[in-house]
Every structure is written in C-alpha cells, then in structure tokens.
C-alpha cells in the first residue's frame, strides 16, 4: 500500500503564492505518475495538474501560468507550485499516485493511491 502524504496548505490573500508537497512511500516512486486535484465545498473534485512518471506535465485550463507542477525522486515527492491564488482556488487540494501506465493522468478514478487532502483558502 503507498502512502501519499500532502503538506503546505493554509490561509493566503488573493495574489499570493503557496507552494504545496505531497511525499509518497513507494521506492519506486520515480516509476509513479502524481496528480493534484481539488475539491471546494459543495463541488465534485477537480483535476489541477498532473506529471508522469518521465516527467511530463499538463494543467487544467484555470491554472495554467499560475500552477507548476514538478517532482524530486530522490524525495519521493512532488510540488505544486501556486502563484496569483484567487478566491475561487479555495479548497481541499488532493494528491494522488499510480503505477505508470496509459489513460488519462487528468481523471481521479484512474489514480490508486490518495492522500488525505490539505486545505487551501484564498481570501478576497
């Protein structure tokens, strides 16, 4: 079973920047493609982004230019780097892990393993 673990999550003004981290157990994470989603009060979980295990990466449309995803193996984690946070990225942000393979990186049910989530509010 891996264990995927989210951190960096808090209170930030309209504008500002977070950086949030997801660590995983897996040895062989660097054989893992990583997702971030999230999920505000009332709404379905979204897709933010997403990198392959090889290193590939893509975005929804609403974050793109503001959101960067990026990865470390020799840490066993991944980042999702937020600039220029708006209200409406309010939200349960989730990580999520799977063994490499085809299919979509950009749906929750073809993800494995998730995390607990971790809060991010932006302020107006």
């Known amino acids: 079973q891996v264990q995927v673990v989210e951190s960096g999550g808090g209170l930030v003004q309209a504008g500002g920047s977070l950086r949030l981290s997801c660590a995983a157990s897996?040895?062989?994470?660097?054989?893992?493609?990583m997702g971030w989603f999230r999920q505000a009060p009332g709404k379905e979980r979204e897709f933010v982004a997403a990198?392959?295990?090889?290193?590939?990466?893509h975005y929804a449309d609403s974050v793109v230019g503001r959101f960067t995803i990026s990865r470390d193996n020799a840490k066993n984690t991944v980042y999702l780097q937020m600039n220029s946070l708006k209200p409406e990225d309010t939200g349960v942000y989730y990580c999520?892990?799977?063994?490499?393979?085809?299919?979509?990186?950009?749906?929750?049910?073809?993800?494995?393993?998730w995390g607990q989530g971790t809060q991010v509010t932006v302020s107006s």
């Open positions: 897996e040895r062989t994470f660097s054989s893992y493609d």
């Open positions: 999520a892990a799977r063994p490499r393979r085809s299919g979509s990186r950009a749906v929750s049910y073809e993800y494995d393993y």
């Open positions: 990198i392959s295990w090889s290193g590939y990466t």
